[in-house]
């Protein structure tokens, strides 16, 4: 299929089409945008051509594996199912340099051999018998079979149980690769650093463009692409989510929402007056409502609550 650019389509239009048609998709729209979806098919010739390209390759989907469609088709409207149907587009035939959408990746995830939604964990036993568990929001491919042990971690957090074998298992990042027979570890992407975490056994980090260390049991470090940390005993408690667990002790409390938000969906925010505050203890990821309601009780802070989805914490009020 030809690329968009070749058919006179700018990727700022083919991309003004691709999200026209994710509002049909996620259902009718109303008067005043069907009027604006009409009015901009109609402002200029290229408009009307992205969109009719964009509805004959939507007829495309019908041709990929029905799961993968489904699931992104299916789901309620995201974040997450735009990147989908973006994927999905891409897989169609769309021209992924041509639409601008190549540098980011945001659909990857989505196409990768296991992921977790926000705050979803999930465990997988690999081919050669190493256990595998993705921590909220997080995605790898996996090649582990007779010929090959290999991980790509592409988003958040995971942890492995690495059984011994004569070939190594790699596990390839966007900030370079670490490798060890018999471990078991923690791998955290954040942002432009990754941080492993080895409990047992030892493992071999590379960064893509600095020089290879070797890290032992009981060590941690942080690396990116081009600097790796220095080792520094592992953190204890640092696989406890692998048990549904955040445990902490004496941690910021902006440190603290931080990553609690991690396990669920929409904003949690800290003022910054009581971002110093400490707090310990040990508390189940899958109740972070009842987290946050017990926090007023351990801290002199208030939490306040736009919506669900839209939580901050402030100082207490004096009472008047």
Known sequence: MSNPQRLGISPAVAEQAVQWLIEW???????????????????????????????S????????PAQTARQVLDAPPSRRRREGLKALLVLAGLGVTGWGLQRNKPWQPWLADAHTDI???????LADG???????????????????????????????????????????????YIETR???????????????????????????DASALQLQDGQQLSFGSQHVGLPQPVDANGSAWTRGMLVVSQMRLADFLAELGRYRPGRLSCDPQIADLRISGSYPLDHSERILALLPRA??????????????????????
């Open 299 to 320: 801290l002199p802070v208030e939490v306040r609550q736009l919506t669900r989805y839209w939580v901050s914490v402030h100082p207490r009020q004096a009472a008047t």
């Open 25 to 55: 998709q996620e259902g009718s729209l109303s008067e005043q945008r069907l009027q604006a979806w009409q009015h901009w098919r109609s402002a200029a010739s290229e408009h009307e051509q992205a969109w009719q390209r964009i509805e």
């Open 119 to 125: 705050g979803e964990r999930r465990e997988l036993a």
């Open 130 to 176: 190493s256990q595998l568990i993705l921590n909220t929001d997080s995605a790898v491919n996996l090649r582990v079979d007779a010929e090959q042990r290999l991980l790509e971690l592409q988003r958040g957090e995971i942890f492995l149980q690495v059984r011994e074998a004569t070939r190594p298992l790699r596990i390839d990042t966007s900030l370079g």
């Open 182 to 208: 018999s471990a078991r570890l923690c791998l955290r992407l954040h942002g432009e650093r990754c941080r492993v975490s080895l409990f047992d056994g030892v493992a071999t980090i590379q960064p893509r």
């Open 57 to 64: 390759v939507n007829q495309r989907l019908r041709g990929l």
